[in-house]
């Protein structure tokens, strides 16, 4: 501090006199302006100012003048070594005690428990009469620095680690003048490894002088370490050195030059003893050298033999993957110790060899048995140890394996490893070679007898020149003679059709560089007509001893005939795949109409004997009577299924078209768009037809008109009315015949849609086709369908963003008064009695035709299928007079109940029921003797009536 502000030293003689409490005052000005911590306290140790900076050091805020708070008392201090320091031991009470200032690294723990290290220098502050005052103690924040040593000292022990325990041996020396002319500065463990030397000891005697006993090759070195002084740093250069045990060792040496301090230079090397790798090496060429100028079988042979030799192993075997079945090998070369054993084929399951073909290499140093029992041969050679190594062509298929067996624990298992993994690649180069050659054999004599056979095109390609000879069967399928058209290449590549020539080029260059096994392509050949003509080729390519292509074979076949049978193969499937699909629709929906009319039988049957009981005037009566109009329509839908799967009939009637289409409106006003906005122009029209399908077509035209709409605001237009139609207000595209000249009642709905544009105008009928999102594409065609089998047409005008306007046409008739049914009620006769058995796999039906004929006085049996229908007509026959039995059943059908009670009872009536149309039955129901028919949905009135009269007249075929 300036001695001018604050005396921290004894008075002087003729220094101004002053107090504590000037002392004290002043310090409290300089440390407020101080840029580091610092406080003050008097003689007793209170603190008596501080500044802001050692407030934060603290991390509190220290009581001046407190007896209590001395020394900032709470705050705990520590010492460099983190050894807890007394407060009456820290640096300002040894300042406060001796009167001399004190420096120190101390750390302080602040209130949340994190420490800080400081630097504190502390020094006494004495009157002008030596009196010490107090003292003050400035603070510096040593924290980082601190962090930065230890990371640093971290990171330095780390390199040592890794330079002490490296597997390559490294060292850094300098050049010094005198001898031995380098310096050593680290050595690690492996360096002694390699040479015998320990730091010290080769510091001593010398790097040259040591390890290079011949002095010229010590000239050498030096001259080498002089070079490289000058940046020519050595790449793996291999050295032999000597020893300290006198063995030679070749090394392989990598240096760099480094800068240890400022202006120093030194090399830093790594060293690696690459003896064995050089004498696995030259052992490697000596077994390449000697199986060299054999291929073949004579290849393998010299190569298991060397390999036992080499190895020290029992056995070497070579062995091929089997063809004909890829889960055996079969071996081509089998040596024990250098004697040939007979070659034998043996399956890979449960042995070390499917281990191999699978992975890189196998090993077992000893207990191969013990971890493959399966395996007989290991057995039966007593094979104790072992290791393989798969041979693969150039695109990593498994050709064969390498195998070296022994009866004990395997020798020298780091040498066999290494020359496996060596000849393995030249004997997989030699085996897919050998395949090869085998492959080019066989694709020669199938080409031969193929030519003899058939009309193939040969060609014969000479891939060094590129040079192409074409046989002339090849030219004749391109019609031309083999005078006319040249034997160059680019005939074959200039004919390629341009949307298969890049395919087939690929597919060219895949086989030849080994990515694909075989070259068989399909592709075009232009015609000398100008046409295209489909041909299929195969090829083999003939491979050098590297397995390089050198030339490649193979023929054309001229496939059109047969691509052009396939396609109409195709179409035909494609036909008969709709025809399936229809008939699947066709069963599907004569299944739901057969199950409908089942529910519809309750339905219809409950509400009419509901209807039946009411009270005339009965404020229910209407609605059950709507009811059973509701359930009539629905009896409608489900005919009309039927005959869209061919089991049932139209039923054409005299029909009220404006009143159908007022009341399909009403209905179809909950189910259509709700900003749709319907308007009508309904005038009289009769025609001829069935409602159910014509109600079909209002539907499904108004909700199309709706869809249309695509949840906007709108308006459908619906009209009808009566026509006089010309032949050509009658023609359409979309009607096969057209209807004749005449009177025509219409029925059309217009939207003001989005339209269509005229490709789809012309696909909207077709099966199929939508624009829905989730549509089936059914109801336009189910419309088309309609219109035709009722003689009419069918006519539409749309246009992108105007509309679409779709106008029904349909033969009119005049109009007739149609009478309604009027309210029937069940009531017994009085005169039926007896039993009648009633079979049905449907349990409402059975409930309900035993209700409506008990409450008409006869008496139920109830059956749910055929065989306990059966079981009860035989134990009760004596007791019924009919048989009341539904044609559709699990297990046996109705007929089939029907012709076994007409076999044991020749005259009991019986009456067939059914969902499906009676008429499919008829034929068979008339041969075995059925007496009736009732056809689902039926009212109770109905099966009464159909029941009495055949049990009244039993003989006779009444059918409903």
């Known amino acids: 501090m300036n001695e001018r502000m604050l005396r921290t030293d004894r008075g002087r003689p003729g220094s101004p006199s002053w107090d504590a409490h000037d002392a004290f005052a002043r310090m409290g000005w300089l440390l407020k302006h101080l840029p580091s911590a610092a406080y003050a306290c008097d003689a007793t140790g209170q603190i008596t100012c501080c500044n802001e900076r050692a407030v934060q050091l603290w991390g509190r805020e220290p009581k001046l003048n407190d007896p209590e708070d001395r020394f900032c008392g709470s705050i705990r201090i520590y010492s460099s070594e983190g050894e807890r320091i007394p407060h009456d031991r820290c640096p300002m009470v040894q300042v406060l005690e001796t009167g001399k200032a004190q420096q120190a690294e ?120 002089g070079r490289m002084r000058y940046g020519d740093d050595l790449r793996s250069e291999e050295w032999e050195i000597t020893r300290k045990d006198g063995e030679r060792r070749t090394v392989a040496i990598s240096t760099s030059q480094v800068e240890i ?267 000398r007509d100008g046409s295209y003509r489909w041909i299929y080729t195969r090829g083999v390519a003939l491979r050098d001893a590297e397995g390089v292509p050198i030339r490649m074979l193979g023929c054309h076949v001229d496939i059109t005939e047969r691509k052009r049978a396939e396609e109409a193969r195709r179409e035909l499937e494609s036909q008969m795949l709709h025809s399936q699909k229809l008939e699947s629709l066709g069963v599907l929906a004569g299944g739901i109409a057969h199950d409908f009319n089942n529910l519809l039988t309750v339905m219809l049957g409950y509400a009419s004997v509901v209807r039946s009981q009411l009270p005339a005037d009965s404020a229910a009566a209407p609605m059950v009577l709507e009811i059973e109009k509701a359930g009539r329509r629905a009896a409608d839908l489900t005919r009309q299924m039927l005959a869209y799967a061919g089991k049932g009939k139209i039923l054409a009637q005299s029909l009220h078209l404006d009143r159908l289409v007022q009341e399909m409106s009403d209905l179809l006003k909950t189910a259509i768009s709700k900003k749709a906005r319907i308007t009508s122009e309904l005038l009289p029209a009769a025609i001829e037809g069935d409602a159910t399908q014509i109600r079909q077509v209002i539907m499904n035209l108004i909700t199309n008109a709706s869809d249309a709409l695509d949840d906007r605001d709108g308006e459908i237009r619906i009209r009808t009315g009566i026509v006089h139609a010309s032949v050509e207000d009658l023609s359409s595209p979309y009607m096969p015949e057209e209807p004749p000249e005449g009177e025509y009642a219409y029925f059309e709905v217009t939207d003001d849609g989005a339209g269509m544009s005229e490709e789809t105008l012309t696909k909207i009928f077709d099966p199929f086709f939508t624009t829905k999102f989730a549509g089936r594409g059914l109801g336009l065609a189910a419309v088309l369908g309609i219109v035709r089998g009722h003689s009419g047409a069918i006519q539409v005008a749309s246009e992108p963003g105007r509309g679409t306007t779709f106008r029904v046409l349909l033969p009119a008739v005049a109009p007739s008064v149609a009478s309604e049914r009027p309210a ?120 009464i009536d159909r029941l009495s009269k055949v049990v009244l007249a039993p003989g006779e075929d009444r059918r409903s």
């Open 106 to 225: 101390v750390s302080f723990e602040q209130p949340d428990g994190q420490r800080v290290a400081v630097f504190v220098s502390a020094s006494p502050i004495f009157d002008d009469a030596g009196q010490l005052l107090g003292a003050v103690n400035e603070m510096v924040d040593i924290s980082e620095n601190k962090r930065s040593q230890e990371e640093t000292r971290k990171l330095s022990e780390f390199h040592e680690t890794i330079i002490r325990t490296a597997a390559e041996g490294i060292c850094v020396c300098f050049a010094i003048p005198d001898f031995p002319f380098v310096q050593f500065t680290v050595w690690n463990d492996r360096m002694t490894e390699i040479t015998g030397y320990t730091i010290d000891e080769i510091n001593r005697l010398g790097w040259y002088q040591s390890l290079y006993p011949d002095p010229d090759v010590q000239q050498r070195a030096q001259e080498r370490m």
């Open 261 to 527: 301090e400022s202006g120093v230079e030194a090399v830093a090397a790594l060293m690696q003893d690459v003896t064995q790798q050089k004498h696995a090496q030259a052992t490697i060429e000596h077994i390449l050298d000697a199986v060299a100028p054999a291929t073949g079988q004579a290849f393998f042979r010299s190569l298991v033999d060397h390999l036992c030799q080499v190895c020290g192993v029992d056995y070497a075997v070579a062995g091929a993957v089997d063809w004909p079945d890829p889960q055996e090998v079969r071996t081509i070369a089998f040596s024990h110790r250098g004697v040939p054993l007979e070659n034998v084929t043996y399956a890979l399951h449960d042995t070390p060899c499917e281990r191999v073909l699978q992975e890189t290499l196998c090993f077992y140093p000893t207990g191969v048995q013990q971890a493959f029992p399966h395996d007989h041969m290991l057995a039966e050679f007593g094979i104790d140890s072992y290791m393989g190594i798969p041979l693969r062509s150039a695109n990593g298929e498994a050709l064969g394996l390498i195998v070296l067996l022994h009866n004990g624990p395997f020798p020298n298992p780091t040498q066999a490893r290494a020359l496996i993994q060596v000849v393995a690649a030249r004997a997989s180069a030699e085996m897919e070679r050998q395949r090869a050659e085998e492959e080019l054999h066989e694709s020669r004599e199938r080409l031969r007898l193929a030519v003899q056979a058939t009309q193939l095109g040969p060609w014969d390609l000479d891939l060094c020149s590129n040079e192409v000879v074409f046989s002339p069967e090849w030219k004749a399928q391109l019609g031309f003679s083999d005078e006319e058209l040249s034997n160059e290449y680019a005939q074959w590549e200039g004919r390629l059709h341009p949307a298969d020539r890049q395919r087939v080029l690929d597919a060219l260059h895949d086989y030849l560089t080994g990515k694909i096994r075989e070259y068989c392509v399909e592709f075009r050949l232009r015609h």
């Open 824 to 943: 029937e009620h069940l009531t017994g006769s009085g005169q039926a009695a007896g039993t009648v058995l009633v079979i049905d796999d449907e349990p409402r039906v059975r409930r309900f035709a035993e209700r409506v004929l008990i409450e008409a006085g006869f008496s139920v049996l109830k059956a749910g299928d055929g065989e306990r229908g059966l079981k009860l007509f035989s134990a009760k026959q004596a007791e019924l007079i009919a048989v009341l039995v539904d044609l559709t059943m699990p297990k046996m059908d109705g007929l089939e109940v029907a012709e076994q009670i007409r076999r044991i009872h020749a005259t009991l009536p019986i009456v067939v029921m059914s969902g499906y149309s009676l008429d499919e039955c008829t034929e068979r129901a008339s041969v075995i003797g059925a007496n009736g028919f009732l056809q689902k949905p039926f009212e109770p009135h109905e099966l």
